[in-house]
């Protein structure tokens, strides 16, 4: 019989019957220790065929010690049971507290799994599977010793689920290894692989798988404007404009402009929008660790500049900038030179 693995993913979990329980992003299972009853039903697995074979139901689960987690399993083949009653008066299996099950005693096109939770904790599942086989082993021996649900056949699942989940983790490697598709929490060890520290909770993680993606390329750019532009164009979504001082004589610099008294290695990076202080830190933590270390990095904020248009005639349909008052306490800082009102 080939084998059939059936993953509980959440667009099952949309069509169950929940209770007290929540659907998080990545799939997982989460109960209200609130809620009166804490009872979920997961849309049935269906089997190739009448009296169809189970083999094993797993699931990953964080539940505190002095909560108790039921998982009823019955396999059948009727439809439409949705509840754990008549889950129950079907003569349904119950486990407690068990992450891994063998169903090799249950025959059914149906297969179906309740879990409910007595205590104040809060549960969480996850990586729900169920398999049709249940073992790799038996079909290796000769006939004799094939007889479902035996002792031996029981105790030889206990080496074939260890193979199938080594096994497993080895078929995923290659999505752990792919920035788009691994786990978020490894983003800051690839990044680290490079050289480079994206410290947790620094900016979002769709951002983080990009800025992990590229930073192949970021790192063969060290040190030049151009990385400094994509950086920002990674974090803010925008260009930029950088000013290399060096690169003006001083001589032809307007007093009057903000950077006439910036040395030969300050870089101002003018930026047509406003940032807020999450922004700022860690746009200026990425550049910190790619720039030269003896060039010093200004962000400059810039206000709407002046607009006219054609229909513009002397002073009318033109837009100027209007004068703003500074308050401290409103996101406000001291990145430069600031005037304040006598």
């Known amino acids: 019989m080939a084998e059939n693995i059936y993953s509980v993913t959440k667009n099952r979990l949309m069509k169950s019957s929940l209770e007290g329980f929540s659907i998080e992003d990545d799939g997982a299972l989460?109960?209200?220790?609130?809620?009166?009853?804490?009872?979920?039903?997961?849309?049935?697995?269906?089997?190739?065929?009448?009296?169809?074979?189970?083999?094993?139901?797993?699931f990953d689960m964080e539940i505190p010690e002095d909560t108790v987690l039921s998982v009823y399993c019955l396999a059948s083949d009727e439809d439409g049971i949705m509840t754990i009653d008549d889950m129950k008066k079907m003569g349904a299996s119950r486990h407690i507290n068990c992450d891994d099950m063998l169903l090799y005693d249950m025959k059914g096109r149906f297969l179906y799994i309740a879990f409910e939770v007595e205590g104040a904790g809060k549960v969480r599942l996850s990586s729900m599977k169920a398999d049709s086989k249940g073992d790799i082993f038996m079909e290796s021996l000769p006939e004799i010793y094939n007889e479902r649900g035996s002792f031996?056949?029981?105790?030889?699942?206990?080496?074939?689920?260890?193979?199938?989940?080594?096994?497993?983790?080895?078929?995923?490697l290659p999505s752990l290894l792919n920035p788009e598709t691994c786990p978020a929490s490894l983003l800051p060890v690839y990044a680290s692989w490079m050289g480079i520290d994206i410290s947790p909770d620094l900016m979002d993680i769709a951002t983080e798988r990009k800025l992990v993606k590229e930073l192949f390329a970021l790192t063969r750019m060290k040190g030049t404007p151009d990385v400094i532009?994509?950086?920002?164009?990674?974090?803010?979504?925008?260009?930029?404009?950088?000013?290399?001082?060096?690169?003006?004589?001083?001589?032809?610099?307007?007093?009057?402009?903000?950077?006439?008294?910036?040395?030969?290695?300050?870089?101002e990076i003018q930026i047509k929008k406003h940032l807020d202080e999450t922004t700022h830190y860690q746009l200026?933590?990425?550049?910190?660790?790619?720039?030269?270390?003896?060039?010093?990095?200004?962000?400059?904020?810039?206000?709407e500049s002046a607009k006219m248009d054609s229909s513009s005639y002397l002073d009318r349909n033109a837009v100027l900038p209007e004068d703003k008052s500074v308050i401290l306490d409103q996101g406000v800082r001291f990145g430069g030179s600031i005037k304040l009102d006598e």
């Open 30 to 58: 989460v109960s209200d220790p609130g809620s009166l009853f804490q009872r979920a039903v997961i849309f049935p697995f269906e089997g190739t065929e009448d009296g169809a074979l189970w083999g094993r139901f797993s």
């Open 152 to 172: 031996f056949h029981r105790y030889l699942s206990i080496f074939s689920s260890c193979f199938t989940d080594l096994q497993e983790e080895i078929d995923m």
């Open 229 to 267: 532009r994509r950086l920002c164009k990674i974090i803010l979504k925008e260009d930029v404009r950088i000013i290399e001082y060096n690169n003006i004589a001083a001589k032809q610099r307007d007093r009057a402009m903000p950077g006439y008294d910036a040395g030969p290695y300050d870089v």
């Open 284 to 303: 200026m933590y990425l550049i910190n660790q790619f720039k030269p270390i003896r060039v010093n990095v200004r962000l400059r904020e810039l206000d």
